[in-house]
């Protein structure tokens, strides 16, 4: 634990996170960024796969 | 981006966690996945039902998400035990680098999510297949078998056997008697080589209360019950040539690899007591993995030579 100053230069407690903290973070960040990209391709090619263009073909 | 760029926590007793993407695809158990990838694939090929490439490749994607979410439930409940084995002592959870209800929370969106997704993407049966062995595997054998009775993985087994006919359902829509057969072949599979591992691990299971059969009934025992297993082991993959679902070619290749397993856990039963480098049974072990790759090898080749040909 160590004490920091905010932007307002108000102390506040806190943990500052090391160097290999913030570097798992950022990757476990892409990880998740890239498997909802995954999950979005993915959902829009079966839908293209299981209904074809007979998905636009519907009563509005 | 506030939440992102954050660095500083206002409660200081808060675990900041160093895992990486590399532990969380850890505890999906990456090799186990790859044989049920395999396996299910088998099932699909197979069953010799028209299926387009896409939906085939994304239900292999959904089933290999289900099992590895199985693997992440079992590495959450089982991380005490995992402690204290040699084997496992390294795996996210035990060693500290993933927490346990991190491990639990994402065992369960990935269960959730690979069953609605196979669902959605194939048909409803095999999403309920998938989710019935995520519930085998998790709870029956994990929480329930594992620490109860040494027939844990000669019951909880059934949760490895199933890929297969899951495969089979995803683009068949049913459940066959050649899909039977291939549960059957990993099923019957399970006890011998888990039990070839128990043998010249015998002392981590000891010392994790895990009730395997070496330190519940003995070694003797254990080479004799590797040995009854190994006949209908090698029997049961025989069946497909049998029932007419695979040719005479690849029943005669089932036939030598069998003969192979029998020799291998013959080897184990006359494995000499005071012979603690247990080499029969690493033999055997190491084996047991090439057996059951090597005979859905073979189905999956026999499958796609029936297919082209219409034979079978």
């Known amino acids: 634990m160590s004490v920091m100053e905010d932007e307002n230069g108000m102390e506040r407690k806190g943990v500052e996170m090391t160097a290999a903290q913030k570097k798992a973070r950022r990757s476990r960040n892409v990880a998740i960024g890239l498997s909802l990209a995954a999950l979005v391709a993915l959902f829009y090619i079966i839908t293209l796969v299981k209904f074809g263009p007979a998905i636009l073909n519907r009563p509005m | 981006m506030a939440l992102i760029e954050e660095t500083r926590f206002e409660n200081a007793g808060l675990r900041v966690s160093e895992a990486t993407p590399g532990d969380y695809l850890a505890l999906l158990k990456p090799r186990v996945m790859s044989l049920v990838v395999f396996t299910a694939f088998v099932g699909m090929v197979t069953a010799h039902a028209p299926v387009n490439p896409v939906i085939a490749v994304f239900s292999i994607l959904a089933i290999a998400v289900g099992a590895g979410a199985s693997g992440a439930l079992n590495m959450w409940y089982d991380a005490d035990i995992d402690a204290v084995m040699s084997r496992t002592a390294s795996r996210p959870v035990p060693s500290g680098r993933v927490a346990a209800r991190e491990a639990l929370a994402f065992g369960l969106v990935l269960s959730a999510l690979s069953v609605m997704t196979l669902g959605l993407v194939a048909n409803w049966l095999a999403a309920s297949l998938l989710a019935f062995t995520i519930f085998f595997y998790a709870v029956v054998y994990t929480m329930w078998l594992?620490?109860?009775?040494?027939?844990?993985?000669?019951?909880?087994?059934?949760?490895?056997?199933?890929?297969?006919?899951?495969?089979?359902?995803?683009?068949?829509?049913?459940?066959?008697?050649?899909?039977?057969?291939?549960?059957?072949?990993?099923?019957?599979?399970?006890?011998?080589?888990?039990?070839?591992?128990?043998?010249?691990?015998?002392?981590?299971?000891?010392?994790?209360?895990?009730?395997?059969?070496?330190?519940?009934?003995?070694?003797?025992?254990?080479?004799?019950?590797?040995?009854?297993?190994?006949?209908?082991?090698?029997?049961?993959?025989?069946?497909?040539?049998?029932?007419?679902?695979?040719?005479?070619?690849?029943?005669?290749?089932?036939?030598?690899?069998?003969?192979?397993?029998?020799?291998?856990?013959?080897?184990?039963?006359?494995?000499?007591?005071?012979?603690?480098?247990?080499?029969?049974?690493?033999?055997?072990?190491?084996?047991?993995?090439?057996?059951?790759?090597?005979?859905?090898?073979?189905?999956?080749?026999?499958?796609?030579?029936?297919?082209?040909?219409?034979?079978?």
């Not at chain 2, 291998?264 to 049974?281: F, T």
């Not at chain 2, 690493?282 to 040909?309: C, E, N, P, T």
């Open chain 2, 146 to 312: 594992k620490r109860w009775t040494p027939q844990n993985i000669v019951i909880g087994g059934a949760a490895g056997a199933f890929p297969p006919m899951i495969g089979w359902a995803a683009v068949a829509g049913d459940v066959s008697l050649y899909g039977i057969v291939q549960f059957l072949i990993i099923f019957l599979w399970t006890p011998p080589h888990f039990w070839a591992l128990a043998l010249f691990k015998s002392g981590d299971y000891q010392r994790a209360g895990v009730p395997m059969m070496p330190n519940v009934a003995g070694e003797a025992s254990t080479k004799r019950q590797i040995f009854a297993y190994s006949i209908p082991v090698a029997a049961v993959a025989v069946v497909p040539t049998l029932i007419g679902a695979a040719s005479l070619a690849y029943g005669l290749f089932a036939a030598a690899l069998g003969a192979a397993f029998v020799w291998y856990a013959w080897k184990v039963l006359r494995m000499d007591e005071a012979d603690r480098g247990m080499r029969a049974a690493k033999m055997l072990f190491a084996y047991s993995v090439f057996y059951l790759f090597a005979v859905f090898a073979a189905l999956l080749a026999d499958g796609i030579v029936g297919r082209a040909g219409g034979i079978w």
